[in-house]
């Protein structure tokens, strides 16, 4: 399985992004998927999370009813809607892939910087 994310830029603070992520390969051995992101200096944390079909989410409480994650697997693409971005939600955003037979794939990470 290969992840490709893709969307990230430079906005101002309050400003909309989408970013997507695009699965190849073995996607069929795809189960739970989810957004990380690492600032400079900080260690990677999940963003958001989303089940196999996508019946159930969860979020960081720091995006929680600014973000929105979803994935469709009829074409491998998950997806992360960022509405009213603060200037703390500067990092490289990676999407995340559990496998199930328990192996993880990463993205390579897409650069999202929000200007105040």
């Known amino acids: 399985v290969q992840l490709v994310e893709s969307g990230g830029g430079l906005v101002l603070a309050g400003d909309s992004l989408r970013l997507s992520c695009a699965a190849s390969?073995?996607?069929?051995?795809?189960?739970?998927m989810g957004w990380y992101r690492q600032a400079p200096g900080k260690q990677r944390d999940l963003v958001a999370a989303i089940t196999t079909r996508g019946g159930s989410t969860n979020y960081a409480d720091s995006v929680k009813g600014r973000f929105t994650i979803s994935r469709d697997n009829a074409n491998n693409m998950m997806y992360l809607q960022m509405n009213s971005l603060k200037p703390e939600d500067t990092a490289v955003y990676y999407c995340?892939?559990?496998?199930?037979?328990?192996?993880?794939?990463w993205g390579q990470g897409t650069q999202v910087t929000v200007s105040s």
């Open positions: 390969g073995s996607t069929r051995s795809i189960n739970h």
């Open positions: 995340k892939a559990e496998l199930n037979w328990g192996a993880v794939r």
